[in-house]
């Protein structure tokens, strides 16, 4: 559900981002000390003055102070730099319009066989291909595109970009963002996509990292039918084998009504605590040829107690990889010289500090309380830390998952029949059957190893992929519900690839977006069975206002664990794995005492911690709490009007700045105060 939703600008950034730590201190060490003089500058730039008009003057000199930061003594000296300025700078608007025409196409080229590329070349890692071979996990790590920042900085065609649309800074967007035409967004669009100038060996050292964070949470599997109680009894059947974290906690969700439901829920609990400390016994990860009782923390082969060697701090040995290439790359990125400015002001384009202030007044908010007090009373039991992730607000719980388990399997016996259901889907959510079947043959369903992603295209001709995890029974509930979120991605990128008025302005402004649009499917997915849907409406709302603000609230703390811990990083730069896991775990239960204790109670929780994407997707999980509070803030939108013309509209705003979408989408800025409205209302209607 995360990854592989970057919009295309990211892709010149993220995509090709990278880490060893052997390597990354001699390249950083190396770079340059060549750098052209402000009176250089000045004198360039009144060479071009004189001979454009006073019209140009704004662009003139943004242009080429911009080519002169990230000029190197390798492109040529002082003079090439004057003349290449001086020969290159585009005044009049026809010959800019045919300049950025002939880039915007070049561009979807490059994006796009890259994109495919990389989406072919990770397939035996992504999909269920079979044992992961040697050349699998090599050809999978290899980032095909790290080398293009460096090609197109030597042959010119970068600073021809950043002489003649610059960058603006994320506070002149802002400014700007009343003004702006379409096509003034493209240009500014343009100028962000070389804004750094990162070594290829770096982009490529972060690809490897983030490549074997991804491979080694995809392959850590708990064979559930081995977790054990104290009585070496088991609660959980044979078959059953979930992954960190994502299985483990939608089956600790799926428990809250069933037969030794607590009991189960403690267990995977009891996982979770030993994962976070790195106190699970290795034997048992991925394996299924031993007991083991996460409780005590005992070790069974046969039925017999046997010794153990924990997990050697793995966890966060790829987490400080992570951490270790992404820094690495600091010196070369001026405007955002923190991995942490680059994730929030560059990528999501809110600040950390906006993000931080969003999040904390919506935790402490009183509502949260008054919501924890009612799930109290409805579960008829002091509140547990794992109840963060209390399902029993959603009209879901109130239907048999067996049931569901069986309407699923029949109708998706395997990835194709999911594929085949697309347009009818679409249809369902209102879009016409000509529209429908246009989105859908632009999207493939692939049998994913992983709990699945969505995968956009990069370039129209191609495909956006669905990854779908399909048991050999058949689709069973929860996979068909995750896959109605990736569908709700593949949407998106298809519409916002193929329908955009600009390839510069592809995409949404920040994954947050398209986190929204994934869960307003995902809320979708009984009606998309044909289950009816619950016939009181208020009650609905007021359910629907309820489990946004308590999934708000628990993703909020697992994101501000994520911040701090990379902040922390950034402190500690030479910290070892278990110098990090203790500050992970101190951070954690910092977050938890300020926060989460006042309201669950239990004193000194790390649960925050056990989120995978702290070790794949590094700061990337933020994007769901924001997600949800957009998406909210959408849905009250649209719940009175069309789904699928209301979305479209929506979508069809492209990659502008998330205020600006927002304000062009429902009329106003991203805030938590719809849905904590919302939940003030709908407390008087729950009981
Ligand atoms: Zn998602």
Not at 289 to 312: C, H, M, R, S, V
Not at 329 to 352: C, G, H, K, V, W
Not at 520 to 544: I, V, Y
């Amino acid at each position: 559900m995360k990854k592989a939703v970057y919009s295309i600008m990211v892709i010149a950034v993220i995509f090709a981002t990278g880490c060893n730590n052997t390597k990354t201190n001699n390249t950083a060490e190396k770079k340059s000390e060549f750098k052209i003089s402000e009176d250089d500058i000045n004198e360039t730039i009144r060479q071009i003055k004189e001979i454009h008009t006073d019209k140009e003057s704004f662009r003139i000199e943004k242009g080429v102070k911009q080519v002169a930061a990230l000029w190197q003594e390798t492109d040529g000296d002082l003079q090439a730099f004057n003349t290449f300025c001086v020969e290159n700078f585009v005044a009049d608007s026809a010959s800019l319009l045919i300049a950025y025409n002939k880039l915007e196409r070049n561009f979807e080229l490059l994006f796009g066989y890259y994109n495919t590329m990389t989406v072919k070349l990770m397939e035996p890692l992504h999909l269920d291909m079979g044992e992961i071979h040697f050349v699998d996990e090599v050809m999978g790590a290899y980032s095909v595109s790290s080398h293009i920042n460096e090609d197109l900085f030597s042959n010119k065609l970068a600073f021809y970009v950043v002489l003649n649309f610059p960058s603006y800074s994320l506070e002149e967007k802002i400014k700007n963002s009343e003004k702006w035409s379409r096509l003034d967004w493209a240009f500014a669009r343009m100028g962000d996509l070389f804004i750094s100038r990162v070594p290829s060996e770096l982009l490529q050292n972060a690809s490897v990292a983030s490549t074997n964070a991804d491979t080694y949470i995809a392959d850590y599997n708990i064979y559930m039918g081995n977790l054990v109680n104290k009585d070496l009894k088991t609660y959980f059947p044979s078959d059953m084998v979930l992954i960190t974290h994502w299985g483990l906690r939608d089956e600790l969700k799926s428990n809250y009504n069933s037969q030794n439901g607590l009991e189960k829920q403690k267990v995977i609990f009891n996982v979770m605590m030993r994962i976070v400390s790195q106190e699970i016994p290795s034997e048992i990860i991925n394996n299924d040829g031993y007991q083991w009782d996460p409780i005590a923390n005992k070790l069974y082969k046969d039925g017999k107690e046997t010794k153990f060697t924990p997990e050697p701090y793995t966890r966060y040995e790829h987490l400080l990889h992570n951490f270790k290439a992404l820094s690495a790359m600091d010196p070369y990125n001026p405007i955002y010289p923190t991995y942490i400015q680059r994730a929030f002001d560059q990528s999501m384009e809110l600040t950390q500090k906006e993000i931080e202030t969003l999040f904390i007044d919506f935790i402490t908010s009183p509502q949260i309380k008054e919501v924890a007090a009612l799930i109290k009373s409805r579960l008829g039991r002091d509140l547990e830390p794992f109840d963060i992730w209390y399902n029993g607000f959603t009209p879901r719980t109130s239907v048999n998952e067996e049931e569901l388990n069986q309407i699923t399997r029949r109708k998706y016996p395997n990835p194709q029949a999911f594929d085949n259901d697309i347009p009818r889907m679409l249809q369902e959510l209102g879009w016409s059957r000509e529209k429908a079947i246009y989105i859908a043959n632009k999207i493939s369903v692939d049998p994913a190893r992983g709990a699945g992603h969505a995968w956009g295209a990069q370039m129209k001709g191609d495909v956006a992929h669905l990854r779908t995890r399909v048991g050999k029974n058949g689709m069973d509930y929860k996979g068909y519900n995750i896959a109605t979120h990736e569908l709700g991605h593949n949407v998106e990128q298809t519409i916002t690839l193929y329908d955009i008025d600009y390839y510069m302005l592809a995409g949404v402004p920040n994954t947050a977006f398209t986190e929204a649009v994934a869960f307003m499917f995902q809320g979708n997915d009984l009606k998309l069975l044909g289950r009816p849907n619950p016939t009181n409406k208020s009650e609905t709302e007021a359910l629907a206002a309820l489990d946004n603000c308590w999934s708000a609230y628990e993703i909020m703390g697992v994101s501000l664990v994520d911040m701090y811990v990379w902040q922390w990083m950034y402190e500690n730069p030479d910290a070892n794995a278990k110098e990090l896991q203790e500050a992970v775990e101190k951070i954690a239960k910092d977050v938890w005492n300020k926060y989460y204790y006042p309201v669950l109670g239990t004193k000194d929780c790390p649960l925050l911690a056990i989120y995978s994407h702290m070790i794949t997707s590094p700061l990337y999980l933020a994007n769901y709490p924001v997600g949800h509070l957009i998406e909210f803030q959408v849905e009250q939108y649209v719940q009175d009007k069309k789904f699928s013309d209301e979305i479209t509209r929506m979508l069809l705003q492209g990659r502008i700045i998330p205020q600006q979408w927002m304000m062009g989408a429902v009329g106003s800025k991203i805030s938590g105060q719809p849905t904590l409205n919302a939940v003030s209302q709908a407390l008087k209607i729950i009981k």
